[in-house]
């Protein structure tokens, strides 16, 4: 595997980029190429939303999962990404890989993950984390340091013994998208850029080359 100084030279070249007509195919790719080089947290992404007045929010969040279904993540309901999802039903997503030189944007609509998917992966958390998503009140006002270590004694104590129940107000969402675009850095900011648009989630894919 090459260093990441070398990594231009390994990614794909123009001729390779635009010659798929699968995304998801494409993105899975990228990611295990992120997997490799990325030194801290390669599942790493900026998650757009937007509130009751259209005003926007932006945040750092990790995927968990994807499929051909979409990208998955878990929070709590209770946030403010979570209220906007609920209501909205429809996201933006973007990885940037800086030691590739690569980022994806996908923009799609939102879903809950099943029940089962979410305990599923919620029992592989460590239990502190799990422990955690009963203590905070994401989002919301807090008085100081201390509540939050008391609400974390609190559900510590409660769930002393056994397994610790998944909160009903922690979940997953799915972003199915409707459209991905794909960026490689070249010389002289002359850029590779190739993007994916369906207008259904039933419907194929139509690829188009963009202008850097």
Excluded: C
């Excluded at 635009?18 to 997997?35: C, N």
């Excluded at 999962?65 to 993540?73: I, K, L, R, T, W």
């Excluded at 010389?187 to 648009?197: E, G, K, S, T």
């Amino acid at each position: 595997m090459a260093d990441s100084k070398d990594i231009s030279t390994n990614a794909p070249q123009a001729g390779d980029f635009f010659a798929t007509s699968d995304p998801m195919a494409l993105f899975a790719g990228w990611m295990r190429d992120a997997e490799a080089m990325e030194i801290n947290d390669p599942n790493a992404m900026a998650l757009a939303t937007a509130d009751a007045d259209a005003l926007p929010n932006v945040r750092m969040v990790l995927l968990k999962d994807v499929s051909e279904g979409g990208f998955v993540f878990y929070t709590n309901y209770g946030s403010a990404k979570g209220r906007e999802l609920l209501t909205s039903h429809k996201a933006a997503l973007l990885f940037h890989w800086k030691s590739l030189r690569r980022q994806v944007r996908v923009r799609g609509t939102v879903a809950e993950v099943s029940s089962a998917e979410a305990d599923a992966y919620y029992a592989t958390r460590p239990r502190g984390s799990r422990i955690g998503a009963w203590a905070s009140q994401q989002s919301r006002a807090l008085e100081g340091r201390f509540a939050l270590e008391k609400a974390v004694a609190y559900y510590g104590a409660k769930y002393a013994i056994g397994e610790v129940p998944r909160p009903p107000h922690w979940s997953g969402f799915r972003v199915t998208p409707l459209e991905i675009e794909f960026w490689h850095d070249r010389p002289f900011r002359l850029h590779d850029r190739a993007v994916f648009r369906r207008a259904a989630v039933s419907n194929g894919w139509a690829k188009e080359r963009l202008f850097p």
